[in-house]
């Protein structure tokens, strides 16, 4: 069955880093684009990064421009986000996602989604 598995999230002082990780499975992970979310306590989902089905395109919010970083090994069904200078306000549960037909900032574009990693920015 289809499966998305995020890791790498965690306690981290503001102004470090994490890079997360999500391990595709169950699908023809080269065929997706994939997707990162974050959701706040209280608050909407939003979208964060994302990239197209090879790789040569990514876009960001502009909250994490310049700061986060995203790619994938499609060898490894494997989509990473380098999270740097990280601020109390990064702190959420990060979410990847996957979308066969759509390049997209817009969450109900994504078909599969992982049950998420907690990120915790706080001195």
């Known amino acids: 069955q289809v499966q998305l598995v995020e890791s790498g999230g965690g306690l981290v002082q503001p102004g470090g880093s994490l890079r997360l990780s999500c391990v595709a499975s169950g699908f023809t992970f080269s065929n997706y684009a994939m997707g990162w979310f974050r959701q706040a306590p209280g608050q909407e989902r939003e979208f964060v990064s994302a990239?197209?089905?090879?790789?040569?395109?990514?876009v960001y919010a502009s909250s994490v421009k310049g700061r986060f970083t995203i790619s994938r090994d499609n060898a490894k069904n494997t989509v990473y986000l380098q999270t740097n200078s990280l601020k109390p306000e990064d702190t959420a549960v990060y979410y990847c996602?996957?979308?066969?037909?759509?390049?997209?900032?817009?969450?109900?574009?994504?078909?599969?989604w992982g049950q998420g990693t907690q990120v915790t920015v706080s001195s």
């Open positions: 990239i197209n089905w090879g790789g040569g395109t990514t």
């Open positions: 996602a996957a979308s066969r037909h759509f390049f997209s900032r817009t969450d109900s574009q994504y078909e599969y």
